[in-house]
């Protein structure tokens, strides 16, 4: 019998849905206290995960749910670069 390979399962901090985690796109606050999109998904730090629209970011940063996730403030500037990064592969 052929072995199942289990895959891993993440929630979206914006529409709060499951997804595999190879849908889903990182964002990370590394050890600099920076935050930044982590296409690879092995950089260390705190990271939450987000559907790859703008419509969730949004929703994630409105309800305060991406602060909540990274333990951490985010300014202005830093949502116009996530809304950027997000559409780069």
Do not use: F, W
Not at 23 to 48: C, F, N, Q, Y
């Amino acid at each position: 019998m052929p072995r199942v390979k289990k895959i891993p399962q993440r929630m979206c901090v914006g529409c709060q849905e499951m997804k595999s985690k190879r849908e889903l796109i990182r964002v990370v606050r590394t050890p600099e206290e920076s935050i930044e999109v982590d296409h690879t998904g092995k950089r260390s730090g705190r990271g939450a995960y987000i559907c790859p629209s703008a419509e969730c970011l949004e929703k994630a940063i409105k309800g305060k749910r991406l602060e909540k996730a990274l333990k951490q403030q985010i300014d202005p500037g830093i949502k116009e670069g996530l809304l950027e990064r997000l559409g780069q592969p």
